[in-house]
């Protein structure tokens, strides 16, 4: 059993090295020109700083793209980046930030991957003006002589610039979330559909499916298995190291051979459990070849016990009892990419029996 586990992850790893997370898309040079072939994909934080391309002409060399060799690049599904650039206190920043709404003000977001709000850069394609939103800043105001504490609304100006109108906006009418700007800028672009036709960008979520099967570690008498599958949902845009996922697992367990010569004896011999997860939080460690990976869920379970009863000798049968119980379900393990599939080992409790159970199987 060893040398097949040994075998079946070797041969996963040998898969998982000529993988590459390539997706369909176009550049667009600083010349003006399309190139279309495939971009190395990652979330929006990922891919800010600068991309990897490959040509479709059959070209094997990979290109590394900073924004400020692009105008823009994009993916066949509209997720669109432009390059912009923007003035710091000590020099000036190239960044790629992706485009989510369209018309007469457009409005893209900069994810950075150290903070949890992206920044916003609305451009008026009217005037040409593009201006950039950050986050509100804590400041220390001095008033009658005593500091208390306040947030700079810097952005609200900037909206109004961006939309050359003047609008009495307050934190709490627009707050600084892309939720809330999106809105209104969606809503002022309405006016002016007939000149600059209005588009939205909408995120599409990512699904995948866990299929395991496994048996128990624990060298006692009898048999244990477990059957697992799970469905995961994630934005792979925002994040590819969280998602949401339920699903069921089965487990079952049974002594070889009941103790029925013993003259007056009554106990469980077969176990069933079958357990559902409405949700639960799956965590993985990143989007590499080989991933490590852990999730946990409260859900409810059915338990159905078979005991059998022994008095005198004589044997009175089996008799079964179910009953539900809350369940929690946990499990962690690796992932290997090979192709399109990922092939999974993993671990998981055994809940009251010893031991742990080792379960393998694909992920899709």
Same mark, same amino acid.
């Given at each position: 059993?060893?040398?097949?586990?040994?075998?079946?992850?070797?041969?996963?790893?040998?898969?998982?090295?000529?993988?590459?997370?390539?997706?369909?898309?176009?550049?667009?040079? #600083?010349?003006?020109?399309?190139?279309?072939?495939?971009?190395?994909?990652?979330?929006?934080?990922?891919? #800010?700083?600068?991309?990897?391309?490959?040509?479709?002409?059959?070209? &094997?060399?990979?290109? &590394?793209?900073?924004?400020?060799?692009?105008?823009?690049?994009?993916?066949?599904?509209?997720?669109?980046?432009?390059?912009?650039?923007?003035?710091?206190?000590?020099?000036?920043?190239?960044?790629?930030?992706?485009?989510?709404?369209?018309?007469? +003000?457009?409005?893209?977001?900069?994810?950075?991957?150290?903070?949890?709000?992206?920044?916003?850069?609305?451009?008026?394609?009217?005037?040409?003006?593009?201006?950039?939103?950050?986050?509100?800043?804590?400041?220390?105001?001095?008033?009658?002589?005593? #500091?208390?504490?306040?947030?700079?609304?810097?952005?609200?100006?900037?909206?109004?610039?961006?939309?050359?109108?003047?609008?009495?906006?307050?934190?709490?009418?627009?707050?600084?979330?892309?939720?809330?700007?999106?809105?209104?800028?969606?809503?002022?672009?309405?006016?002016?559909?007939?000149?600059?036709?209005?588009?939205?960008?909408?995120?599409?979520?990512?699904?995948?499916?866990?299929?395991?099967?496994?048996?128990?570690?624990?060298?006692? +008498?009898?048999?244990?298995?477990?059957?697992?599958?799970?469905?995961?949902?994630?934005?792979?845009?925002? #994040?590819?190291?969280?998602?949401?996922?339920?699903?069921?697992?089965?487990?079952?367990?049974?002594?070889?051979?009941?103790?029925?010569?013993?003259?007056?004896?009554?106990?469980?011999?077969?176990?069933?459990?079958?357990?559902?997860?409405?949700?639960?939080?799956?965590?993985?460690?990143?989007?590499?070849? +080989?991933?490590?990976?852990?999730? =946990?869920?409260?859900?409810?379970?059915?338990?159905?016990?078979?005991?059998?009863? +022994?008095?005198?000798?004589?044997?009175?049968?089996?008799?079964?009892?179910?009953?539900?119980?809350?369940?929690?379900?946990?499990?962690? =393990?690796?992932?290997?990419?090979?192709?399109?599939?990922?092939?999974?080992?993993?671990?998981?409790?055994?809940?009251?029996?010893?031991?742990?159970?080792?379960?393998?199987?694909?992920?899709?």
């Amino acid at each position: 059993m060893k040398f097949f586990l040994f075998t079946f992850l070797a041969l996963g790893l040998c898969h998982a090295l000529l993988a590459q997370n390539l997706s369909p898309g176009f550049v667009v040079t #600083s010349k003006g020109d399309t190139i279309r072939g495939f971009i190395v994909d990652g979330t929006d934080a990922e891919l #800010s700083p600068g991309i990897t391309f490959k040509k479709l002409d059959g070209d &094997k060399g990979e290109v &590394k793209y900073l924004p400020k060799d692009l105008v823009s690049f994009g993916f066949n599904n509209g997720r669109i980046f432009r390059s912009f650039s923007f003035a710091t206190q000590n020099d000036s920043v190239y960044i790629f930030a992706k485009r989510d709404v369209e018309g007469k +003000v457009s409005m893209f977001t900069y994810a950075r991957p150290e903070e949890n709000r992206p920044e916003i850069l609305l451009t008026n394609n009217s005037s040409g003006r593009t201006f950039h939103l950050t986050p509100p800043k804590k400041l220390k105001i001095d008033q009658n002589g005593k #500091s208390r504490a306040g947030q700079s609304f810097e952005y609200l100006g900037l909206l109004n610039l961006a939309k050359g109108v003047q609008t009495n906006y307050t934190s709490s009418n627009v707050s600084y979330h892309e939720k809330s700007i999106r809105k209104d800028i969606l809503a002022y672009n309405q006016q002016y559909a007939n000149d600059f036709p209005v588009y939205r960008y909408r995120p599409q979520p990512a699904f995948f499916y866990d299929i395991t099967a496994g048996f128990s570690l624990y060298n006692g +008498v009898g048999t244990d298995f477990r059957m697992a599958f799970y469905g995961g949902r994630t934005f792979p845009e925002l #994040s590819r190291k969280m998602a949401l996922i339920r699903g069921v697992s089965y487990r079952y367990s049974s002594l070889s051979e009941p103790r029925r010569y013993i003259r007056n004896n009554s106990d469980n011999f077969r176990q069933q459990f079958l357990s559902a997860i409405p949700v639960g939080l799956y965590m993985q460690t990143d989007t590499s070849p +080989v991933r490590f990976y852990a999730y =946990g869920g409260i859900g409810l379970g059915l338990a159905i016990e078979t005991n059998y009863h +022994v008095v005198n000798y004589q044997d009175m049968g089996n008799e079964q009892e179910m009953g539900f119980f809350p369940a929690l379900n946990l499990g962690a =393990g690796v992932k290997i990419k090979a192709g399109s599939t990922f092939i999974i080992a993993e671990l998981t409790p055994p809940g009251n029996r010893k031991g742990l159970f080792l379960n393998l199987g694909l992920s899709f």
